[in-house]
């Protein structure tokens, strides 16, 4: 018997699931015994052209008519948003409908009592899609590595972020004409502010952590920074010192608690992240048994994250067509994180400091981090101004120190006269 699919949404990756439903639907039928029927389509625009052919009365603009369709079994949401969709995704549960979802910003604003309501209603909630597009991060997780204690997970989670940190690597360049560049070539969205200031990727951390630690991380809880600051000139010293810059999401267990974090760092020019480039992600995990393994793919796209959301609707559907409820150990309820206060995360850094070109500038600053207790690893500064009273750049590589001794450090560093230029923190990635 063919199993009713309704899709809300056929864009960038509703189209591609309805590709890929038409173009494997022999694969499907022979291998699986799966008959996967496309029953109603959601969209704003009746007259826009679609990925695929389908009977006119397939399309509707109320998504409320895919919920509450009696023929429809499952329920892809492709649409995006938040408040919309999560009326969407909860009224599809309660109607007994499993779900799959590419909606990160849904399920980490709302999650909680989506997760519940399938667990409620003993439907799936499939959200493969949701983090790294194509790479099956998620099953690896939930499923792959179920016999083990995971103990960190070090991702490059946003394609934009890393599109532009490579660009601006390989081309020498500054943050905003990569930025330009990336939207230019379709990598970054024409408002790409959830992107750049790692709302994304935390967003992303967080769904993993739930998975990986089976807590609750809210992503409003994470260290957060973004790229925007990130200049040519810090790329040149990390790559004088060693390092790439990436935006890495960063979660592991210290000691009871969770430590959870998405910012730049300088990642050693050896580790396998360094020389992940342009828009690919990554995720790094070790786990008890199994040590360390590194994913890798292309995390957004029209096919990467399509392939996301049918692996998630075959696996709902081979567990639909056997009778069986929903697979994997619920999401829901799950204790909140105890999660590392931000003030106390340790991290080395790179400090990028514009003084003056004058004596005892160094004494000076070298006073202010060992006030905090902040040892210092590494000093740089090429050459002279060349003019007299001009400023030169002053690196510091500092050894670990707690977030908050390092930001009270920097604010009094930053009002020291002889410093022109508001400090330049990036920290330091030690595997
Ligand atoms: N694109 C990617 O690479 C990617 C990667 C990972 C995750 N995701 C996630 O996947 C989801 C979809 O992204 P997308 O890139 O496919 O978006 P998109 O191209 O903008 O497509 C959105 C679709 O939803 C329809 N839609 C929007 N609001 C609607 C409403 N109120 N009623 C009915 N239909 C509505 C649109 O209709 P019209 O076509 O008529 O405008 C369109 O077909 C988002 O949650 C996104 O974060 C995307």
């Given at each position: 018997m063919a199993i009713g699919i309704g899709l809300i949404g056929m864009g960038v990756v509703g189209g591609g699931v309805a590709r890929i439903l038409r173009d494997r639907e022999r694969e499907f039928k022979d291998v699986r015994g799966l008959d996967l029927d496309i029953r109603k389509v959601a969209v704003r625009d009746l007259s826009k052209p679609r990925a695929i052919d389908l009977f006119p009365d397939r399309f509707t603009t109320n998504p409320m008519d895919v919920v509450a369709d009696p023929t429809i079994q499952i329920v892809v949401e492709v649409m995006g948003g938040v408040d919309a969709a999560y009326d969407l995704v909860l009224a599809a549960l309660q109607n007994g409908k499993d779900v799959v979802t590419a909606n990160k910003a849904l399920l980490a604003e709302r999650g909680d009592s989506l997760f519940e309501a399938a667990v409620q209603n003993n439907v799936g909630l499939g959200f493969e899609a949701s983090v790294c597009g194509g790479i099956p991060i998620i099953q690896t997780l939930s499923q792959g590595l179920v016999a083990n204690d995971i103990q960190s997970l070090y991702g490059i989670l946003n394609g934009t972020t890393n599109y532009i940190l490579t660009r601006m690597t390989e081309a020498g360049a500054d943050f905003d004409p990569m930025l330009k560049e990336a939207q230019d070539k379709g990598f970054a969205e024409a408002d790409p502010t959830m992107d750049i200031d790692g709302t994304d990727a935390a967003q992303k951390l967080a769904l993993l952590c739930r998975l990986a630690f089976r807590q609750r991380v809210s992503s409003g809880d994470i260290l957060k920074e973004g790229i925007s600051h990130i200049t040519a000139l810090d790329i040149d010293f990390a790559r004088e010192l060693g390092y790439t810059i990436k935006l890495l999401g960063i979660a592991r267990v210290v000691g009871n608690r969770i430590e959870a974090r998405v910012h730049p760092a300088f990642v050693p020019h050896h580790a396998l992240l360094a020389d992940i480039r342009n828009e690919f992600n990554a995720v790094e995990i070790v786990g008890s048994a199994v040590d360390a393994q590194v994913f890798y793919g292309k995390g957004a796209g029209e096919l990467p994250t399509a392939s996301a959301v049918v692996a998630d609707l075959i696996a709902i559907a081979e567990r639909r067509k056997a009778g069986l409820g929903p697979a994997g150990a619920p999401l829901a309820p799950l204790p909140e994180a105890d999660l590392v206060p931000i003030g106390d995360i340790q991290t080395g850094s790179y400090c990028r400091l514009t003084v003056y070109d004058k004596p005892g500038v160094l004494a000076q600053v070298a006073a202010l981090f060992a006030g905090e207790n902040i040892s210092i690893e590494t000093v740089i500064q090429h050459g002279r101004s060349e003019t007299e009273g001009g400023t030169v750049p002053l690196i510091m590589i500092t050894h670990d120190a707690p977030e908050a001794a390092m930001q009270r450090a920097i604010t009094r560093i930053g009002n020291l006269?002889?410093?022109?230029?508001?400090p330049q923190i990036i920290r330091i990635l030690h595997p």
């Open positions: 006269s002889a410093v022109t230029e508001k």
